[in-house]
């Protein structure tokens, strides 16, 4: 498991771990701020990776810390063809 501290690049991080199948964990998210933890829009990042991956798990607690054991993209590429989703391969 690769442990990351901080928000920066919080949604690189969370892409990436799913593309390479690495399971990550992001400590410390804005633990110098007032209000310490995840914002809206980072959450619902993480519910959009939750919908688009399959098997993948999610822990969020309070203190700021998110735990990501990613799942595998749905669908995905096969010799040039776009498999499992409907998408213009002519590009």
Known sequence: MLRFKGCQSFRLRLLL???CGKSIRIDDIRANDPSPGLRDFEASFLRLLEKLTNGCVVEINETGEVGWWG?????????????????MCSR
């Open 71 to 87: 799942g595998r993209p749905l669908g995905g590429w096969v010799g040039g063809a776009c498999v499992g989703m409907s998408c």
């Open 17 to 19: 771990s799913t593309l």
